[in-house]
């Protein structure tokens, strides 16, 4: 039968240094106190003399002392300062002499509601997820990751770092990752978040209820060009195409009088190239400028029953009848017009 010497020291709150030759100690060391005290001095067990490499010593602590290590009270056993948790809860402590120093263990007993339990003492990579409660990680047990970086899913599902600070950046999926992407095309994105449109990158066929935009189509015509009418009507608004409609909102005429009046003849009409023969004009010239000494201004007026919107055709400028026999005067027509889709 191995048996082992035992020694008890007793604490009070005084605290107070227990010395010892290492030849002299005991296997096992029993520390006690009339417990639960509160030190308001050290503890301290210190040993003497010369120990040997490899001499193991036991040392049961039963707890219940109340230290403040924060403000240097505290209980210590072979220069190893115990914290306040260990101090008040009950272990079981191994001392072992690597031979230049004491390598002081403390293991602790189970004791309910008493965390004992320092990080020197638990194995690496040993706490399972299930063992961690739930919102218990905390920002500050992260790793640092540089300043305006934020960390996300990575390739093969590991966690990645992606720098998501650059100005006027905004982060965008593509499917598989997120990235940190500029603005591209018509708008563009400033640090603060303030977004700019490209100047003339929006046309009216992009808004919904666009407003109209009107346009004006001008003609001057020549004499030569006036006698040639109605067989040489002229082109004054091209075709929009089968699904653009030009509407007519208004049209002037201006005669510039030459030296020699204009003869025969008969009204300067506006009308859509799909008819013809001239047959149906859309508008008509107030009258004609027959025998007119004078410059003269006049307004195309509506011609009964006549549509002002043609799709697909282009309006032409002619003349309503027979042709002008003599003449030397210009005409310069004028029309205020907007296309839209249909």
């Known amino acids: 039968m191995n048996i082992k010497k035992t020694d008890e020291i007793v604490f009070t709150a005084a605290g107070g240094t227990v010395t010892d030759n290492v030849e002299r100690l005991a296997d096992i060391i029993n520390i006690t106190s009339a417990a ?9 067990i210190a040993v003497t003399g010369t120990p040997l490499e490899g001499m193991n010593l036991e040392i049961l602590h039963g707890g219940g002392f109340t230290t403040d290590v924060a403000n240097n009270i505290s209980l210590e056993i072979f220069s190893r300062e115990l914290t306040d948790a260990q101090a008040m809860s009950a272990s079981y402590i191994k001392a072992y002499y690597n031979g230049t120093s004491w390598d002081v263990r403390i293991l602790p007993t189970e004791t309910v509601g008493v965390k004992n339990i320092e990080g020197a003492n638990i194995v690496d990579a040993s706490v399972k997820t299930a063992a961690i409660g739930q919102k218990a990680v905390t920002l500050e047990k992260f790793a640092n990751i540089a300043r305006g970086s934020i960390l996300l899913g990575g390739a093969a599902d590991a966690a990645a770092v992606l720098d998501a600070k650059t100005s006027g950046r905004m982060l965008v999926g593509n499917g598989t990752d997120v990235d940190s992407v500029a603005m591209s095309g018509a708008m563009t994105m400033d640090a603060a978040g303030v977004t700019t449109i490209a100047s003339s990158s929006i046309t009216n066929e992009m808004l919904v209820n666009s407003p109209l935009e009107y346009k004006t189509a001008v003609r001057t015509i020549t004499s030569a060009e006036f006698l040639a009418m109605p067989d040489g ?15 007519i909102v208004e049209a002037s005429l201006y005669y510039d009088r030459g030296t020699v009046n204009y003869a025969g003849g008969s009204s300067v009409i506006l009308f859509y190239s799909n008819d013809a023969t001239n047959s149906s004009p859309c508008l008509v010239s107030k009258s004609g400028i027959s025998g007119i000494s004078t410059d003269t201004y006049t307004q195309f007026s509506k011609e009964s029953n006549a549509n002002l919107e043609a799709r697909g055709s282009a309006i032409s400028i002619g003349v309503a009848g027979s042709a002008y026999t003599t003449g030397d005067g210009t005409l310069k027509v004028s029309v205020v017009y907007y296309s839209m889709t249909v």
């Open 36 to 44: 639960p005290i509160t030190l308001i001095n050290d503890a301290i």
């Open 233 to 247: 009507s002229l082109s004054l608004i091209p075709a929009g195409g089968d699904n653009i409609v030009n509407v």
